[in-house]
């Protein structure tokens, strides 16, 4: 049943993912990598390496896989390659909405650049 309201936590894998990985790849990452739990009541984000593109991994008596796409942008994306950073579905929010997300827990706006 899709129901994200008993989700509480949301682990960052820290730097890039290949996602072309369906379910079966993200959850043996998440074992194997980030040596999580991937049926936790938890969200596990990964970025891909243009950090345009998100996939998020949930568990709900079933495994669900969320597709982000940012058209015109880049994600801040933490890029070291640590363990999972753990964050709350707020501060996920404003990862999506182009803040960057410090160890610090805080958070820098995106500047406008133009590309010529």
Known sequence: MFN????????????TTDLRKSIDGL???????????????ALFVFCNRQMN???????????????FRLENNRLKWPTT??????INK?????LLKGYEIRTTSKFKPI??????
């Open 4 to 15: 994200l309201n008993n989700v509480n936590t949301v682990y960052l894998a820290c730097g």
């Open 90 to 94: 707020n501060e996920l929010n404003w």
């Open 111 to 116: 500047t406008a650049k133009n590309s010529f």
């Open 53 to 67: 593109r998100l996939k998020i991994l949930h568990f709900d008596e079933g495994f669900w896989l969320y597709y």
């Open 81 to 86: 390659k640590e363990d999972a950073l753990k």
């Open 27 to 41: 959850v043996m990452l998440v074992d194997t990598e980030l040596k999580l739990d991937p049926f936790e009541k």
